[in-house]
């Protein structure tokens, strides 16, 4: 599983978007955590799951409040699973796209921002 520091989001819908985690920690789930930052449309922000309460090595994906709308998550196995590696440069890119009523999750792939 690759680890990562961050999580990226780029809004490209028509809607405003909050980026939050989940994670897992023996095989529970916890969380979603995060959804501080409104992103409007255009705008991309980043998430530490650390600084959310992620402990290092857990499994992570993100979780989109969708305002107004129908949210969105990402999947454990996202790119071949991620795990939260603190002080990794990796950043695992999604994008989320539609209307508030068909918002669509991507995974871009894990970039480094090094």
Do not use: C, H, K
């Amino acid at each position: 599983m690759p680890g990562i520091g961050f999580i990226g989001l780029r809004n490209n819908g028509v809607f405003v978007a909050r980026l939050g985690v989940r994670w897992s920690v023996d095989g529970q789930g916890q969380g979603p955590a995060g959804f501080d930052d409104d992103i409007d449309l255009g705008q991309s922000r980043r998430l530490v799951p650390g600084l959310v309460g992620v402990p290092a090595g857990s499994p992570v994906w993100p979780v989109i409040d969708v305002v107004w709308g129908r949210d969105r998550e990402g999947s454990p196995d996202d790119g071949g699973g991620l795990t939260y590696a603190p002080g990794s440069d990796a950043v695992a890119d999604y994008e989320i796209s539609g209307t508030t009523l068909d918002s669509r999750l991507q995974f871009l792939g894990v970039t480094f921002d090094g």
